[in-house]
């Protein structure tokens, strides 16, 4: 994946021109692959909630300028749908608790992309790019997050991608502990916490490229 980053306000960014029919064919051939690996791995293949991840996630590079061929598809697809795979490590009765997690069960929790770094590190068809964004999906642009608490640009971009694309998704959906916000309080939370959770520019190109409801092409991107 290019490391650098396009112009965010030229509109005529280069395009990865390809057959819809043959991307979506990448698509879903890197998604049987995926899903062959984790049945195998950890008896089950990917979440709902994974999928529609890597969807966003493709959406977010494409609308960044970041998709640039079929290799960019693939290590997307692939990071995007073994981002949470360490969950499968974790006890159900932690992950689908109806309240709130003590802090012993958090600090479980927070083993999970440690635990899916392990995991991935046996697929053939992992690389150090898809391990990274695994490993360092729950980092914050300010530097709180975790397992290392990595800081702005140091959190590989992957990472960042999926980081926005989780969190929203997680957001809209309904939880065992709380019901499903609705997409403008979604996009809210994206935009607040934007430069202390959230990679900036990323956050904009999703908000106001790729979310239908708040898509404006015009608008200029910082």
């Known amino acids: 994946m290019n490391r650098?980053?396009?112009s965010w306000n030229?509109?005529?960014n280069a395009a990865w021109n390809v057959d819809p029919r043959a991307h979506d064919q990448l698509i879903e051939t890197n998604v049987r692959e995926v899903n062959t690996w984790a049945m195998a791995v950890v008896g089950r293949s990917c979440t709902e909630h994974d999928r529609r991840v890597m969807d966003l996630s493709l959406k977010l590079a494409e609308a960044a300028g970041l998709l640039q061929g079929a290799w960019d598809v693939r290590q997307i697809v692939w990071a995007a749908l073994l981002h949470d795979i360490g969950k499968a490590a974790i006890s159900a009765r932690i992950l689908d608790k109806p309240g709130a997690l003590t802090?012993?069960?958090f600090k479980v929790i927070?083993?999970?992309p440690s635990l899916g770094h392990r995991l991935a590190r046996t697929a053939p068809q992992v690389n150090h790019e898809i391990l990274g964004a695994i490993l360092h999906h729950h980092e914050?642009?300010?530097g709180e997050g975790y397992p290392l608490g990595l800081i702005g640009e140091?959190?590989?971009l992957l990472a960042r991608i999926i980081k926005v694309t989780d969190v929203y998704?997680?957001?809209v959906s309904d939880r065992p502990y709380r019901p499903a916000w609705t997409n403008d309080e979604a996009t809210a939370y994206l935009l607040q916490h934007s430069g202390t959770a959230f990679e900036p520019h990323l956050v904009q190109v999703f908000v106001y490229r790729v979310l239908p409801w708040h898509q404006h092409p015009g608008f200029p991107l910082d």
């Open 4 to 6: 650098k980053w396009a």
């Open 10 to 12: 030229n509109q005529a």
């Open 103 to 105: 802090p012993t069960e």
């Open 110 to 112: 927070q083993q999970h």
């Open 140 to 142: 914050r642009w300010d």
């Open 154 to 156: 140091s959190i590989p």
């Open 169 to 171: 998704d997680a957001l």
